[in-house]
Every structure is written in C-alpha cells, then in structure tokens.
C-alpha cells in the first residue's frame, strides 16, 4: 500500500502540474533587458499588415524596471539584418521617457511623452501617428503632441528589399543588441486608425473587443494570457493570425494591470 500511495501522490502532483500550465489567467511577459545579444523578445513573422503607412496607434501597458537608458519595446524595422539595421517605427523608453520613433529615407521623427514613467508600475503608453502629427498618451490622457512640418509614413522593409519580424521586447535581433526592454509587457495593440482621444481614454484600461469602435482597424492584439503553459507561442487576439513566440527566454508571469470589465 505505501508503493501505491506514493503512486497516487505522484499522479497527484503531476495533475496539479498540467492543472497550473493550464491556468488561462491574467498574464504578461517579463523581458531580461540583456544587452548582449541574449535579450528577450516575441517574434511575430513578417506582414504586410505592419506596413504602417497610414495613420495608426500603438498601445501597450509598460511595466519598466528603471534602467535609465534607450529601452526599445516594440519595433517594425525597415532593416534587420547583418550589415543592414535600420529603424522603421520602433517604441521607446529613453531615460524613463516614453517615446514614438520613426523614419525613412530624409526623415526621422522622434516625439516623447513630456513625463516620465514610474518604475516597476504599470503604466498604459499610446502612440498616434497621422503622418504628419505625433501624440503621446498616458494612462489615456495627451502628454506630448508634435508637428512634423509635412506628410510622411515610415518606411517598409518591402521598399529595401528585405523582411523584418515584428519584435516586442526589443528593436533589433540582427545587430545593435543593446536596444532590448528590461521589464513587463501587456496588452500590446496595434492598430491601422488614428484613435481619438475621447477612445483611448475610455478603451485603455479595458480589454478591446468586438464592441470597440475601431474594432475593424485591429492589426494585431497580444494579451499574453496562455497561463504557464510551455508553448512559446502567443495568440493575436485580433483574430488576423499574427501569433507570436517567446524568443531567449521570454517569460510570462502574473499580470496586475488594472483593467476593468
């Protein structure tokens, strides 16, 4: 009978595993932040859809760990490969300061919030962009809004030549390693609309649905919440099939954001 117990415990034990993997709960990604070539990041393949040669947003609930230098979070490159690394629309923390980049050839634009974020505290940043006008917000309200002087879109990798994965947690994988994100990640959104501001700050701390209004304009939507699973994928939530995977140990952990029903 001990034999048998001890049996029964394992089963036990192993059930509790596969129950904890299971746990469909609320999740981030935690990123490590190294900068030297081992940085982690989700990679999710290349599409046309991320293009964005249109007015967009970009959202993300940012949990920043404080490191007072350029921390890349979410990037679509013109150019990432080995001898041919050029930013395309890359978000950023600089000195605790969220920011929009952008550029193409003769133009770069480079728009920050006007304060900066609170360490290990969660935060929801979002970009607008209408070619011409970029906006920072902060926990749905305008920081910082910037004119560029004239109509001008990022550029693609289709227009080099090249292809280059959408990567969350950092902007480069080919070279310039160092621009990698030390903190958490959720509820990163893409969209090909301008969101208004009245949007934003009613939609930030709550999950996008199909009741949203720009529903239609959802590019791409990473929740992050498989739980404790070890598949290293993650499910886009806009239904357009840009799942992403958990590249150099990508983690997820227990997500606190606090998003309503």
């Known amino acids: 009978m001990r034999n ?17 993997q299971a746990d469909n709960g609320a999740f981030a990604v935690l990123f490590n932040g ?43 490159p013109i150019g990432d490969e080995p001898g041919f690394v050029v930013t395309g629309v890359t978000m950023v923390v600089v000195d605790g300061f969220p920011c929009l980049a952008l550029q193409d050839v003769g133009v770069s634009r480079f728009t920050c919030a006007s304060s900066g974020l609170s360490p290990s505290t969660w935060t929801h940043v979002a970009a607008t962009y209408d070619g011409q006008v970029s906006t920072i917000y902060i926990d749905g309200v305008v920081s910082n809004s910037e004119d560029g002087g004239y109509v001008a879109f990022p550029g693609t990798d289709a227009e080099f030549g090249t292809s280059s ?83 150099n140990g990508a983690t997820r952990v227990r997500s606190s954001v606090p998003l309503r029903p």
Request: no cysteine; net charge negative.
């Open 4 to 20: 048998g117990r001890s049996y029964l415990a394992s089963v036990a034990m192993v059930i509790l595993a596969v129950s904890a």
């Open 34 to 76: 190294n900068q030297d070539g081992s940085g982690s990041y989700v990679a999710v393949p290349d599409s046309d859809a991320f293009d964005l040669t249109q007015p967009f947003t970009i959202e993300t609930w940012v949990n920043w760990d404080g490191d007072p230098s350029y921390r890349a979070y979410l990037s679509k």
């Open 165 to 247: 994965s959408l990567l969350i947690g950092r902007e480069f994988v080919a070279d310039l390693v160092d621009r990698t994100f030390a903190g958490t990640l959720d509820e990163v959104r893409i969209w090909n609309a301008l969101l208004p501001a009245d949007t934003l700050q009613a939609w930030h701390d709550r999950v996008a649905t199909g009741a949203h209004p720009n529903a239609g304009s959802l590019v791409a939507y990473y929740q992050f919440n498989e739980g404790l699973s070890l598949n290293q994928t993650t499910q886009d939530h806009s239904h357009n099939g840009h799942d992403g995977t958990l590249m």
